[in-house]
């Protein structure tokens, strides 16, 4: 079991009906295609954690269940932009009767904790001590070869700031890839979604949602896809230890959001890609 080719399974929910014919796929980027990030939920958590012990009463509410009330929403909103998990923190303050920051500023201080953990890895990415397939996903820029080549048109779209969104794809060397675009949060929030950049691709491109592939890590992708009638491939990437198979917590959750079939990486590009192609391409 340990074993790298053992760790790769494609867990299907509902094969890919031989009608489908796919155009177009939208990919998430953290934990989907990239590793950078990994980790993001140890420094979020335990911070909004830290947040909201300043006001619960102890009696009602333990540490552990704190806990356990921040990880799910963490989770839940987990694929939307950032500050939509500040803006359910702010809620969370208010319910126990506290007095809650501008959203914006747990942002900020979120960010400037992740930066410390993530800048020794932008730095070596950027030197060159580090390459670029160090920190994508395995097997997925093969995968992105695969598709390009089939000529799928092909979209990014994040919950992270734009700005760092389109750097972390240049320093993975990915954004050739993407001839649809590079998409990620905006300062004002309400002109971006995921389900935006889905509802435009689709006018875009002319595509019914059928045509449609995503690949993501997190809830919200996976819905937005099977909203409109796509076709969702869970990552449940194991963004600790790569490769070596499904992250159990991230599965349960993706199988929970709809996700048609659940991979742990693109470790076996080939294998993935005839799965949902049918060697037809
Ligand atoms: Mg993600």
Redesign the pocket.
Known sequence: MSDCQDSFRIEIVEAPRKSRQFRAALF?????L?LI?EGWQNVMVPYFCEILNEVVDPQKETADIVETVVRDFVDKI??KQTIYQCIQLAEEVKLRGGTPLDPLLYKKEYLRRLQRRIQGRVDRLSNGQAKPDDYVVPGGRRFLELLRDAGIRLYLA??TDEFYVKQEVELLNLTQFFDGGVYGAQDDYKTFSKAMVIDRLIKINNLSGEELLGF???YV?IENVRTVGGYAVG?A?NEANPGQGVDNWKRSRLLDAGASAVVPDFSEPEKLFTFLFGGSQ
Do not use: A, N, V
């Not at 998430?28 to 989907?32: A, E, L, R, S, W």
């Open positions: 998430d980027f953290d934990g989907t990239s990030r987990t694929g994040s919950g993501g890590d997190g992708e990552i990437t």
